[in-house]
């Protein structure tokens, strides 16, 4: 099985570049379907999601190019009336946007129901109840497959019960090829609907309002081609901010909005961390011992849920106690028992995580339940002085492009092994170096 051996205690120092936007680039890719002309996405981040989504594309009868590494083309004048459904495309929560844009584009669409990971019933009542006011006829079939039709798609005003990223990017794209006008109230405001709605405007849509919690959609007959560039991963670049903090390093982190990045940037200063910003640029610097805080994830402008793991990792090395609310997701806090086998000291009461900040976490072998905890255990590993084993990686593989490398080019000791002879050798080499 694949594992991340780390060997923790170095300070990180550096600079490390963000990738794309995982979460805009998979809706982004599902919105390039809804044209007949060729669409061309850069910045698209090299991670095993976005291979799965642009597979399912691909055997639909989409033709899908990929000349270089962060680069597609796709041409989806060829769609074939099949469903999108692979035991691979059940595994990711961003194949629910098949289901908009083939409903858009084709007013018929039949997509095996999103997977993802295990942080909560993840409901899509909120999508359901959108496509219907919009006219289409919807089912889940006992397989497991949603069949969305209509004979026409027309506008409606939505009320959203509540804030959801997924049901406003599903909404927007359908919304988008409906006769008439959609309003979406109680709309999501994250960067990634921002960057799908500027995506769909690029292609003729008339979308206005998005970032803001009401979106104005006027359907227009068809969408064109279009060439656009993915906005940089806000998680990814937090997560690296916080690996600065957790290892009292001095990291830069280059291609980033700092704007998105904002309540992340809040909470490290609150911890005690120095927070210095240009225009696609963030330096983390920390020094000496981090504080206490309290945090609760909102959706955007709020501190994000994907960066909750991260948080509690930090708070763990604080001086004090913390409390951490989880706000978004009613089942988030399974990878606390890992982090415990660390010596972490967290109780977790339902939504609410108590944390008893240390000196330094001791290293431990341990199992990835998700994409963002496997991240946080690895910022825990990085900064515990020894050799920890986090497997289960395929989790963080879902959504980080070259984690182990980038860490490693900021002084990280990280290496990803597949067999138990890679592990003997990777042993070797991270103890060899500590005694030279
Ligand atoms: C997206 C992100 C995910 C992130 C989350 C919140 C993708 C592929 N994933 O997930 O990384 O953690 O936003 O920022 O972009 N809900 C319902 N009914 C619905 C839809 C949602 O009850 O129809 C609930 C969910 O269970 C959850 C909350 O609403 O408790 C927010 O979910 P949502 O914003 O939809 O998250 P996702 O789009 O699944």
């Given at each position: 099985m694949e594992q991340y051996i780390v060997k923790g205690g170095n300070s990180l120092v550096g600079e490390v570049e963000i990738s794309g936007a995982k979460n805009a680039a998979l809706a982004i890719l599902a919105a390039s379907i809804m044209t007949d002309d060729t669409v061309t996405i850069e910045n698209v981040p090299d991670v095993s999601d976005i291979r799965v989504l642009t597979q399912a594309i691909e055997s639909i009868g989409a033709v899908v190019e990929h000349p270089q590494r962060h680069v597609y083309t796709i041409n989806g004048s060829q769609i074939l009336d099949l469903p999108v459904d692979n035991e691979l495309i059940r595994s990711i929560r961003g194949s629910y946007y098949m289901i908009g844009a083939l409903l858009g584009k084709h007013k018929n669409a039949q997509v095996a129901l999103p997977g993802g990971c295990a942080i909560g019933l993840r409901p899509i009542d909120q999508h359901l109840k959108g496509f219907k006011a919009l006219g289409a006829e919807v089912r889940v079939k006992p397989s497991g497959i949603v069949v969305a039709t209509a004979k026409n798609l027309h506008g409606a005003h939505i009320y959203m019960d509540l804030v959801s990223v997924g049901a406003t990017i599903n909404v927007m794209m359908a919304a988008s090829l409906a006769k008439g006008i959609t309003i979406i109230e109680n709309a999501a405001k994250e960067p990634h609907v921002v960057d799908l709605a500027n995506f769909l405007n690029s292609m003729g849509a008339r979308i206005r309002g998005a970032g803001t919690d009401v979106i104005r959609i006027k359907g227009v007959e068809r969408l064109h081609g279009t060439e656009y560039a993915i906005i940089p991963d806000q998680i990814e670049a937090g997560t690296y901010m916080f690996a600065a903090a957790a290892t009292r390093g001095d990291v830069t982190i280059t291609n980033v909005i700092p704007k998105h990045m904002e309540s992340i940037s809040a909470k490290l200063k609150e911890i005690g961390c120095q927070i210095s910003e240009s225009d696609d640029a963030i330096r983390v610097v920390a020094t000496g011992r981090l504080q206490p805080t309290n945090v609760k994830t909102m959706p955007y402008p709020g501190f994000p849920t994907d960066m909750q793991p991260q948080v509690v990792v930090l708070l763990g090395l604080s001086n004090g106690t913390s409390i951490v609310t989880?706000?978004?997701?009613?089942?988030?806090?399974?990878?606390v028992d890992e982090l415990m086998k660390m010596g972490a000291k967290v109780t977790v009461e339902g939504r609410t995580a108590i944390i008893d900040g240390q000196d330094a976490y001791t290293p431990a072998t341990m199992s990835a339940p998700d994409l963002r905890a496997g991240a946080a255990l690895v910022i825990a590993a990085l900064s515990a002085d020894g050799i920890s084993k986090i497997d289960n990686i395929h989790y963080v593989e879902r959504g980080y492009e070259d984690f182990p490398e980038k860490l490693r080019a900021i002084g990280g000791e990280i290496i990803k092994t597949a067999s138990k002879e890679e592990e003997s050798s990777a042993l070797r080499r991270l103890n060899l170096k500590a005694i030279s």
């Open positions: 989880e706000g978004v997701f009613e089942n988030r806090f399974r990878y």
